[in-house]
């Protein structure tokens, strides 16, 4: 069955650490990947997409993700976290079997300041 | 700009009870319109998904059902509420299949 994983529930990080969140999906046809973010008491919110072309994508505040096709994967990175990143992050994909949005488990990020 | 609207942001109701929660999106039309479950550590679970007026496709058998009665006005109801109903239920909308989809604030559900 496709699928959408999310290695990591829960990471906890200090501020100005490296992020990495990992997202694996399984299927082997096309793919639009997505990114979105929930910050405590909000609603959520896209981070970044891809749908085409450079698979290195920039997001916003300073996140962004690489597509791999041979592993994959769709990983979320930034390079310095902060504080105000403390956030619950989703990876979903839509496969282009089905056209519906297809999500992770979710990985709730804290940050320590 | 276009905008999505979900109410109420917190409802109790009792085990038995009807349930109505309305979501509008405005700024756009024909939208594909969304009812999610987000549970912890479960991510986000597709109850509904309506690409057009009166369609509604659903996608678990649930204790709810869902309408669209007109173009941006999603409505998701149940008959008689379940105390396993309890959750958040999030409203959303796309330009197409194949799109990001947009969000509302969520409601949250408990049924005492």
């Known amino acids: 069955a496709q699928s959408v994983s999310q290695h990591n529930h829960h990471v906890i990080l200090s501020e100005a650490a490296s992020l990495e969140l990992g997202c694996n999906y399984s299927?082997?046809?096309?793919?639009?990947l997505f990114w979105y973010v929930q910050y405590p008491g909000q609603h959520l919110q896209l981070l970044l997409k891809?749908?085409?072309?450079d698979p290195l994508v920039k997001g916003i505040k300073g996140f962004e993700a690489e597509f791999i096709k041979s592993k994959f994967s769709f990983n979320l990175r930034k390079p310095s976290v902060q504080w105000s990143d403390t956030a619950e992050y989703f990876c979903?994909?839509?496969?282009?079997?089905?056209?519906?949005?297809?999500w992770g488990a979710g990985t709730k990020l804290i940050i320590k300041p | 700009s276009q905008t999505i609207h979900q109410w109420p942001a917190t409802l109790v109701q009792p085990v038995g009870s009807p349930l109505s929660l309305e979501c509008t999106v405005e700024g756009t039309s024909n939208p594909n319109l969304y009812w999610y479950r987000q549970a912890a550590g479960r991510g986000l679970q597709l109850l509904f998904y309506s690409v057009g007026i009166g369609q509604i496709s659903s996608e678990v058998p649930q204790n709810l059902s869902a309408s669209r009665p007109q173009d941006r006005q999603f409505i998701l109801s149940s008959k008689k509420l379940l105390l396993s109903d309890s959750g958040f239920y999030l409203c959303?909308?796309?330009?197409?299949?194949?799109?990001?989809?947009?969000f509302g604030q969520g409601t949250r559900l408990t049924v005492v």
């Open positions: 979903a994909v839509i496969m282009d079997s089905n056209y519906q949005l297809i």
């Open positions: 891809y749908f085409s072309g």
């Open positions: 299927y082997g046809g096309t793919v639009n």
């Open positions: 959303a909308w796309s330009e197409g299949t194949n799109t990001e989809a947009f």
